[in-house]
Nanobody, 118 residues
Framework: QVQLVESGGGLVQPGGSLRLSCAAS????????MGWFRQAPGKQHELVAT???????NYADSVKGRFTISRGNAKNTVYLQMNSLKPEDTAVYYC????????????WGQGTQVTVSS
């Protein structure tokens, strides 16, 4: 089973930027899609961005124009570049994988905390 490890979170002021990384123990191109989710306290997981093995990216309306999902040159890394961060972006961020189109997402990892505050 592929393991996913998120990193890159931290404390940033409003308007700042962070780059999250997701390192997989296997080839992410074996999956239909990779995604970044976030979970704020007391809320369910929210899908933030996805990228398919074919390179198609989609974003939640709340992050369009501010966040960019990408895959690294190595076949086992996915990034989330977050710009113009807002306090409402504060959450634990998780990456996940979807094996087939329309299929379920996998198990959650430990995530990485992003806090946007002055």
């Amino acid at each position: 089973q592929v393991q996913l490890v998120e990193s890159g979170g931290g404390l940033v002021q409003p308007g700042g930027s962070l780059r999250l990384s997701c390192a997989a123990s296997g080839n992410i191109f074996n999956f239909y899609a990779m995604g970044w989710f976030r979970q704020a306290p007391g809320k369910q997981h929210e899908l933030v961005a996805t990228v398919t093995s074919g390179g198609n990216a989609n974003y939640a309306d709340s992050v369009k124009g501010r966040f960019t999902i990408s895959r690294g040159n190595a076949k086992n890394t996915v990034y989330l570049q977050m710009n113009s961060l807002k306090p409402e972006d504060t959450a634990v961020y998780y990456c996940n994988r979807q094996t087939v189109y329309g299929g379920p997402w996998g198990q959650w990892g430990q995530g990485t905390q992003v806090t946007v505050s002055s």
